[in-house]
């Protein structure tokens, strides 16, 4: 996807109720900007830097992933100082990330303003030293979020009680991913 106004790279894309779009670029800098706009105004949007959220690279890291529960107008972003491209039984990567952060954030009722919901949950302690997290989606109809990291394992986290819900499962071996960047 390419808009007229911007070679910034697209991080995130998702379409709303009511032909909306919710971006996230990325700037020459590394830093992330979220825009919730109309299609037919997008373009605009971005031209006038209209953000919803503005993300600079040293606050999040160098890559972060991105969940919307548009029913609950949440926006979650995971952030570490890295961020796996992929997921497969060749992966080598390792995880020196001194971070592996969750933020939640909220839009207002009319999806015009985006504001942080509480302080960045931790989530190194429910992961072994070396792991990313390469995809995240929330559970429609729940405060939950389910990852999948870089060992093939999928956890399902409660945004409530701020731990993982479920044992983990993995994947077979034969499966391979690729984070939603």
Same mark, same amino acid.
């Given at each position: 996807?390419?808009?007229?106004?911007?070679?910034?790279?697209?991080?995130?894309?998702?379409?709303?109720?009511?032909?909306?779009?919710? @971006?996230?670029?990325?700037?020459? +800098? !590394?830093?992330?900007?979220? =825009?919730?706009?109309?299609? *037919?105004?997008?373009?605009?949007?971005?031209?006038?830097?209209?953000?919803?959220?503005?993300?600079?690279?040293?606050?999040?890291?160098?890559?972060?992933?991105?969940?919307?529960?548009?029913?609950?107008?949440?926006?979650?972003?995971?952030?570490?100082?890295?961020?796996?491209?992929?997921?497969?039984?060749?992966?080598?990567?390792?995880?020196?990330?001194?971070?592996?952060?969750?933020?939640?954030?909220?839009?207002?009722?009319? @999806?015009?303003?985006?504001?942080? +919901? !509480?302080?960045?949950?931790? =989530?190194?302690?429910?992961? *072994?030293?070396?792991?990313?997290?390469?995809?995240?989606?929330?559970?429609?109809?729940?405060?939950?979020?389910?990852?999948?990291?870089?060992?093939?394992?999928?956890?399902?986290?409660?945004?409530?009680?701020?731990?993982?819900?479920?044992?983990?499962?993995?994947?077979?071996?034969?499966?391979?991913?690729?984070?939603?960047?």
């Amino acid at each position: 996807m390419q808009f007229r106004s911007s070679p910034t790279p697209l991080r995130y894309a998702h379409l709303l109720e009511g032909d909306r779009i919710l @971006l996230g670029l990325v700037d020459s +800098q !590394g830093n992330t900007m979220i =825009l919730l706009e109309r299609l *037919n105004r997008i373009d605009a949007a971005i031209k006038s830097r209209s953000y919803a959220k503005f993300f600079h690279q040293d606050k999040i890291g160098q890559m972060c992933l991105f969940a919307l529960d548009e029913s609950k107008h949440m926006l979650a972003v995971y952030t570490s100082a890295r961020v796996c491209h992929c997921l497969s039984k060749n992966f080598t990567g390792v995880n020196h990330a001194s971070q592996m952060q969750l933020h939640i954030f909220v839009f207002d009722e009319d @999806l015009k303003s985006l504001r942080g +919901q !509480g302080s960045p949950i931790d =989530l190194r302690p429910f992961y *072994n030293s070396g792991v990313s997290i390469v995809h995240a989606c929330f559970v429609h109809g729940s405060e939950e979020i389910l990852f999948v990291d870089s060992d093939a394992q999928a956890r399902i986290f409660s945004l409530i009680t701020l731990q993982p819900k479920y044992v983990a499962f993995f994947f077979p071996s034969c499966f391979s991913f690729e984070a939603s960047l």
